[in-house]
């Protein structure tokens, strides 16, 4: 149709006109660019919803059946102060889940498009370092909460009882999920195979997070590591979740979210940084 | 008049291509050696860490035997298992996805011969995994081998079954979302729920009746027996469950090649 008339106009000697598009503007901060970045890997893992958010809902819930039967009947034993094991356990599972669903978010995505080259898309567009790092960073951060809600629903059984502190749940939730997102979104820009990102997870941030409360008291740790792992944020993010859903803690709260937030900014501003430099992105 | 190449002529058994395709199976594995031999002993490193140091205090001993010693078997199979079917299950999806597979149909290779050679490659994947955790556990964990028989069976059977099921997950799968969903919601649930981690005599009646209907309870228990000379059900019933098992399993496979379920056009 579109042909037919440009034929026309051709033949009668006149050429079209066409106008190019005017420029996009935008104000200080692309708004609506951040927010495609983000939107890309949000659907993403909601489109694979089963791999996303059930599997890891799963796994929790069957590392909760495991530990319940491997007590068989020693409950006594095992309870964490006053808390039945259990109990102690599954809000830990919930942070589990939420933080490697965060990392992963990132550190595959990140991955993935740079061995598509289709981070090119991103680097080409007018999208400042502070865009992509926050584009990246929430969509992991909704990710890992997403996965977290499906987690603390799965293990409801489990749990003593309803939320004790809303608030404190989902304030260290999204500083934990923002914190893992950040150490894909720079392990992925390190990464330039598969192979080392999915060893940074293997070994690097699995055994962290396995080992920061997860499953036990830190004071169960021998020694030299207990005092290693009270230098770990996540332990204060993992420790903060488990105060916001069933109300113990072994740290104070309030000095455990600052802990988080300023590892956050810290890490932020190294992403920040990665993305303005180009590192391994730009030659 | 130029020379054209003879025909190759084999004979019952194309041995060569069988064993070109054994190698290409292992030499997939081990080229990412990190992924598919460190990572699972790192992996069960950790299980062996929580474990003790989560119910160590509570639990101490399970039917006699300390507990640390009782879950060490569990999970070296638990990780024997989740390898052997990962090679299997993940070359055959990712050659049909990129399409390569056809290298390995068109060949002279029967379906018989095709069965051996991703099944022995899985298998050889397990038992190098299985070797390796249990060389790194062996660092805190007492591994006295009372049976060696019964260990290196169901070591050797459950290697194999679980390339069998990779097998037919694999050819089954359409997309890798598939096979993730298989592994997701299948494999990984019966690895977990066989007795990895705990004995099954300490469940509700009801759970215990479940447990034996459960083909991955037997390679455990049959293996720990092996290692530790306690059993939660007769050895020699392990042993006939998984000998079936793998009997029947590789018909299937065989039967998939030889009809080119989802395979072929």
Known sequence: MLENVRYRLQAEGLTPVIAPPAPRRFGRVNWLGAWTVCRRDLQRNIQEWSTSFLAPALQSLLFAVVFGFALGGADAAARVGDLDYVAFLAPGLVAYALLERAFETTAFSIVYDKLERMINDIIGAPLTPGEIVAGYALAATGTGMLAGAATFLALLPFLPGPPHSIVATLAFGAAGALMLGLIGLAGGLWAYKWDHISGIETFVVVPIVYMSGVFFPLDRLPGALHVVATYNPLYYVIDGMRWGLIGRAGTDPLGGFAVAAATDLALWALCWVLFHIGYKLKP | ?265
Not at chain 2, 10 to 27: D, Q
Not at chain 2, 75 to 88: D, G, K, P, S, Y
Not at chain 2, 191 to 206: D, K, M, Q
Not at chain 2, 240 to 253: E, F, G, K, S
């Open chain 2, 1 to 265: 008049m130029t020379d054209s190449p003879t025909p190759r002529h084999l004979g019952a058994v194309n041995w060569l291509g069988l064993w070109t395709l054994y190698l290409k199976e292992v030499r997939r594995f081990m080229s990412v050696f990190t992924q598919t031999i460190a990572a699972p002993v790192v992996t069960t490193l950790l299980f062996l860490a929580v474990f003790t140091l989560a119910l160590g205090r509570a639990v101490e001993v399970v039917n006699g035997v300390p507990f640390a010693q009782f879950l060490a078997p569990g999970l070296v199979m638990m990780a024997m298992v989740q390898n052997a079917f990962a090679n299997t299950s993940s070359s055959l999806v990712i050659a049909k996805v990129q399409g390569n597979i056809v290298d390995v149909l068109m060949p002279p290779l029967s379906p018989g011969e095709l069965t051996v050679g991703f099944a022995m490659g899985g298998t050889t994947r397990g038992m190098v995994v299985g070797i390796a955790t249990v060389i790194g556990m062996s660092a805190f964990v007492d591994f006295s081998v009372q049976n060696p028989g019964f260990a290196l069976f169901h070591a050797l059977a459950a290697s194999l079954m679980l390339a069998l099921l990779g097998m037919i997950g694999g050819i089954w799968s359409e997309k890798f979302d598939h096979i993730a969903a298989v592994t997701n919601f299948i494999i990984t649930p019966l690895a977990f729920l066989s007795g990895t981690f705990y004995s099954i005599r300490r469940l509700p009646e009801v759970f215990q009746t479940i447990a034996h209907l459960n083909p991955f309870f037997y390679m455990i228990d049959g293996f720990r027996y092996g290692f530790t000379g306690h059993s939660d059900t007769d050895p020699l019933l392990g042993v006939a469950v998984m000998t079936v098992a793998n009997a029947v399993l590789w018909l299937v496979c065989w039967r998939m090649f030889a009809t080119g379920y989802k395979l072929k056009a």
